[in-house]
């Protein structure tokens, strides 16, 4: 068997009756966390892909599904919004996605959180995962975690085409980053094979030509450019629809940023994509086109296929799970439970 994260897209809902039981043996669990190691730690974990996967299975979610994300994040937001705990839970899946701000606006409140840049961040983290990372998925998971001094997100884009989905792990931060290796991890069945990745640090230069290239209000001419040349190279797919509106209003903006850029309302992807195809045909300068997954097979494979399995990192996270169970306050038959499942995953 291989210790990967897999996720094919399934619908549907989990069963009541596991998710009551989910939010049961959870609850000791993000106390114990909280209590021994600090509400920093826990973003921490929840940061890591491979410490949130095996969550999920350790309190019985076994699906390794797109699945996972939507169920875990529902299950720990019903844990920590409450009084008891000074972490919040704000988003979700679709329409609770879309109402992220208002959720952050009031839960904010009560944990006297700074609603406005949890807001911020919350925007920002999606419309990079969106526009500035294109890898063929699209966010309709997103969830951001936070306490008075720190947030971070996770979200989940699917590709529906290959019925597939991506959960994107974001650090831990006390200020809007910068757009430039922003996640913790990745997760996902498989590397695509070529995309946009404008996060990296190696399009640090694109970035910077992407925003002269609107600044000086060069873009429409350097676009007919692309255009021919691609027309003789071949091989190459150019966004043919671009909203000239919108890159209308980025010149009379004049953003300093690519970070302010990709935060104009309407400058999407295709956008994006294309200058980023202007920066590297016409000006030679390149964009990386690395997919950044770093957890496609998050321990390596047994096959050592793509890579080795890193026993290190597998049983680190799982000792540090035992440990939480055994100390959690739970009832011998549960605290069993999730012990033997401990094991299976320590035995595959």
Not at 109 to 137: C, H, M, T, W
Not at 175 to 194: V, Y
Not at 266 to 274: E, L
Request: charged fraction near 30%; aromatic fraction near 10%.
């Amino acid at each position: 068997m291989r210790k990967e994260i897999y996720l094919p897209l399934h619908h549907g809902k989990a069963p009541y009756w596991l998710l009551s039981r989910m939010k049961k043996l959870a609850e000791p669990i993000v106390k114990l966390i909280i209590m021994e190691y600090g509400e920093k730690e826990f973003l921490d974990r929840i940061s890591d892909p491979l410490f949130f996967q095996s969550f999920s299975n350790v309190l019985g979610f076994d699906w390794n599904s797109s699945g996972t994300t939507t169920v875990l994040t529902g299950v720990l937001k019903s844990v920590l919004n409450t009084p008891e705990f000074e972490i919040r839970v704000a988003g979700g899946k679709g329409i609770h996605a879309m109402k992220t701000p208002e959720d952050v606006k009031k839960l904010s409140e009560e944990i006297n959180a700074n609603g406005d840049k949890i807001i911020e961040f919350s925007k920002f983290a999606a419309k990079a995962d969106n526009a500035a990372l294109i890898d063929g998925y699209s966010i309709y998971h997103h969830a951001v975690f936070f306490t008075p001094r720190y947030f971070t997100v996770v979200q989940q884009g699917m590709n529906e085409r290959e019925r597939l989905a991506r959960r994107y792990h974001w650090n831990v931060y006390r200020t809007l980053p910068e757009l430039e290796e922003i996640h913790s991890g990745i997760a996902a069945d498989r590397k695509e094979n070529e995309v946009v990745n404008m996060v990296s640090r190696l399009s640090r230069d694109a970035r910077k030509l992407c925003v002269d290239i609107v600044r000086d209000g060069g873009f429409r001419r350097d676009y007919r450019k692309l255009i021919s040349i691609t027309r003789w190279k071949g091989g190459i797919a150019v966004p043919r629809r671009i909203n000239w509106k919108i890159v209308e209003k980025a010149y009379n903006l004049q953003p300093e940023k690519f970070e302010d850029l990709i935060m104009i309302k309407g400058f999407g992807p295709g956008t994006v994509r294309a200058l980023a195809l202007i920066s590297e045909l016409i000006y030679s300068v390149e964009y990386d086109r690395q997919d950044p997954a770093k957890y496609c097979f998050a321990v390596g494979g047994k096959d050592g296929v793509p890579f080795p399995v890193r026993r290190d990192i597998y049983d680190e996270v799982i000792e540090f799970m035992r440990d939480t169970v055994k100390q959690a306050e739970l009832g011998d038959f549960d605290r069993k439970k999730m012990l033997e499942r401990l094991s299976k995953m320590q035995r595959c």
